[in-house]
């Protein structure tokens, strides 16, 4: 009995096309060309133009002097400082309203969602109306709005002085809330630690104290807790570590801070305006206030789908075993539920890091305010500044998909 196999055929260059082993790979390579023509073209292009009209491409604006101020600062800044430092405080602005905007978003959106599906009609109902209300208005308008009212319907500073003030102070006279900010009374250290040079800006060395304390009580609080699920799984009986763990995330802190001696600095009215303290300006807090509540409509959303697609029969279960429906939800529903709200959750972080761009319809010098504001107004460099703010967005954007998506494995079904 004899086989017939069929002998190789020879390499032929109409192979590329004809034959489906070599095809798919024949028209990505063409592809790929296609696209580096392109982007090879764009560039020469904007070369050629950038030559006729007399400009190069350099990004040596940014070490000459900004020569504008900016009100919300993290670093030391001033006017005589260069744009690049000013692009930094900037950066540091967009981070500051995108980390407290999503801390409230996730907490309004985590809470509406739930109250949503509430059995209470009333509350079912008014959570439906701030959903659909600030779901179907455009961010801008909520931003513009809340700034309206924070600088219309504050007193002014002036209001406080006087025998007679028309204003007057909260917290035992240490909040004032005016048509310029708000202010607050700011943590100071009579022993303090200094900063830590960074040549480009400082670090307070309190500041790392206090974090590395954090840090520390988090992680033995960890271990105790791993110590006790291990106890658990081999005696079937879990030893009681609530106050061990307690004591440990408050008091080594409270001893730091009696060791720097800590104390607040209130604000005061000097002359036109309050010194001292920590000012929140009203651009910031409406445009935080704004994006919060308009992305946490969002959230809620997302949160309620999540809890909508856990069966049913979890929850009953859980209830058969005597479990109150509050730890039914924090202990059972929400965590299976996660799964399925943390995807969706990254594309509103995103948004919400985004539309802070808006921040310049207030004032509020974030990027889009300074690199892609005044410094490229100031500079004439508009490509360059363009390409830099847009690079930057991608970094943070990237830098919160990341970390969100390693969050969202953590929680993700392991196939055993």
């Known amino acids: 009995m004899t086989t017939l196999t069929e002998e190789p055929r020879a390499f032929r260059l109409s192979m590329l096309i004809y034959d489906t082993r070599y095809r798919s790979m024949t028209i990505q390579v063409f592809a790929l060309l296609g696209f580096l023509a392109l982007v090879a073209w764009l560039v020469n292009n904007t070369v050629e133009n950038l030559a006729i009209a007399g400009k190069d491409f350099n990004f040596s604006f940014l070490s000459s002097r900004a020569g504008y101020d900016i009100s919300q600062v993290l670093i030391e800044y001033t006017n005589d400082s260069t744009h690049g430092r000013a692009t930094v405080v900037g950066i540091l602005n967009t981070l500051l309203v995108a980390t407290l905007g999503c801390l409230l978003a996730t907490v309004i959106g985590v809470l509406v969602g739930v109250l949503r599906l509430s059995k209470n009609w009333l509350v079912a109902r008014l959570m439906t109306v701030y959903i659909e209300g600030f779901r179907n208005v455009p961010v801008l308008l909520w931003i513009i709005a809340f700034f309206a009212v924070l600088t219309e319907l504050t007193p002014a500073p002036n209001a406080f002085r006087g025998d007679n003030p028309t204003a007057s102070m909260f917290l035992w006279d240490s909040m004032a809330v005016t048509n310029r900010g708000t202010y607050f009374p700011e943590p100071l250290f009579a022993r303090s630690l200094g900063n830590l040079d960074l040549y480009y800006f400082k670090i307070s060395n309190d500041l790392l104290a206090i974090l590395a304390v954090l840090f520390a009580s988090a992680w033995i609080s960890a271990r105790i807790k791993r110590h006790a699920d291990k106890v658990q799984n081999a005696t079937g009986v879990r030893p009681a570590t609530f106050l061990q763990r307690l004591?440990?995330?408050?008091?080594?802190?409270?001893?730091?801070?009696?060791?720097?001696?800590?104390?607040?600095?209130?604000?005061?009215?000097?002359?036109?305006?309050?010194?001292?303290?920590?000012?929140?300006?009203?651009?910031?807090?409406?445009?935080?206030?704004a994006l919060a509540l308009y992305t946490g409509a969002f959230i809620a959303e997302n949160v309620r789908a999540g809890i909508m697609a856990i069966s049913k029969g979890q929850s009953e279960a859980a209830a058969a075993l005597g479990i109150r429906p509050g730890r039914v939800m924090k202990l059972v529903i929400l965590p299976q539920a996660l799964r399925v709200i943390i995807p969706p959750l990254i594309s509103q972080y995103l948004n919400l890091t985004k539309n802070s761009s808006l921040a310049i319809a207030v004032g509020y010098m974030d990027i889009k305010g300074t690199i892609g504001g005044i410094t490229m107004n100031q500079t004439g460099r508009e490509l360059e500044s363009m390409l830099l703010m847009m690079f930057i967005y991608l970094v943070i954007s990237l830098l919160i998909s990341l970390a969100m998506n390693i969050y969202n494995s953590s929680v993700s079904l392991k196939e055993r």
């Open 247 to 289: 004591a440990v995330s408050i008091l080594p802190i409270v001893a730091l801070m009696f060791i720097l001696g800590l104390y607040l600095g209130k604000p005061e009215l000097r002359g036109f305006n309050f010194q001292g303290g920590v000012h929140l300006l009203n651009s910031l807090i409406a445009l935080w206030l």
